[in-house]
């Protein structure tokens, strides 16, 4: 077994190679449960729900809400528990600012009017005889690991700490048609969406957005919207912070400047160390994180394990992951999971021989725009104090000689 970066990092062809990894099977133990081939199973039903020993995992997790309020917060992605790159609807993070509204999809409408030559009102129905188009994409919020920002390590899961970020299959109509359609005056250059809830989420959207790869989203992973996450449909903007895909979406009013709204200036804008804030920062860019070994998934024996997780960029396309065990001194390239799309989340593997010792796990992706995630030192280095939104600096992994696993800062 070759060495292919310190601290026991393997050769990502070792996996490709299908070398037998000599894990010694588990005896099997029936753990109270029953099931024998000789007696029939339970019945039909109409929802696949998960099995009871995977249930409290595959939760929603850290769920936390502002004083006073039960829907106004945030409810994080389990990503240590889960593989691959799609996130079930049901795991999706959510994050309202006012609750989840009961909208009746017969009465709901969306307009689109200001600088067009015909103001349009679209019900559901009508929305879906429009073409329409579907890609996997991210939704990644704007706070998402923000805790990193914190002067000393917070304790927390991966999904505690990164889990603002889900993967769905979007499908909806794209604006530019509905653009089009409206006739759009050429003194316009932004539009401004509007949400239904009672927070009326709104955010200036510059037009050039829209026309490019903007949709109105109304099917996620194959089945409607789900309530939480926007029903009947919502704006999605591929690769752009989530707070801009405004959900329940009523409105889209073609304009000449931004609105300037609550959610564009005091909120969502980088303070610098400066003293001036970046007011719109729109792609989320390049990042990566080790789902697994992370904290609540500690190592139990030595030997060969899988590091794998997550790598996407708001900008485009994950060209390569490394992955270092040491700390960032050495580094080896990990394999890529067959499904690298344009900004969509990218699941990346290495094979990692832990010696028992003291490692320290960190991975680091490049983009297809030749952007590289930076360190956390880089990523902090001008910040002003508080500012937490945009964080994408490298994750870094201690896993101890007992084989537990904690946020730690190299
Ligand atoms: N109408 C409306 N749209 C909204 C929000 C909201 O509170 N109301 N939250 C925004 C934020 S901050 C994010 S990160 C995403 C979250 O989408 P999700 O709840 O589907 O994950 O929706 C955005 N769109
Ligand atoms: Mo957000």
Redesign the pocket.
Known sequence: MIEEAGNGLLSRRFFLAGTSVALMAATAGAGGRGQTTLSPGTALSPEGLPDRNEKDNLQRTNISSAPGTSGTGVSRTPLEHLDGIVTPSRL???????GVPDINPDTHRLVVYGLVDRPLMFDLNRLTRYPMVSRMQF?????NSGALTAPTPVEGTCGSLHG?I?NSEWGGVPISVLLDEAGVKPTAQWAVAD???S???SRSIPLSKLYDDAIVAIYQNGEPIRP???YPF?LFLPGW?????????RSIKVTSMPAMTKDETSKYSDLRDDGYADLFTYPMAVKSVITNPSPGLSLYEKGIYQINGLAWSGLGQIKKVEVSADGGKSWAEALLDAHVLDKSVTRFRIAWRWSGGEASLISRAFDSQGAIQPTRSEAMSDRGPGSFYHYNGQQAWRVATDGSVRNVYV
């Open positions: 999706h993070f959510e994050r309202h600012h006012s939704l990644e919020c704007a706070g603002l889900s949400g239904a809830d927070a009326m989420m939480s996450n926007g919502r912070e989530g707070n801009m895909s405004v959900k329940w979406l």
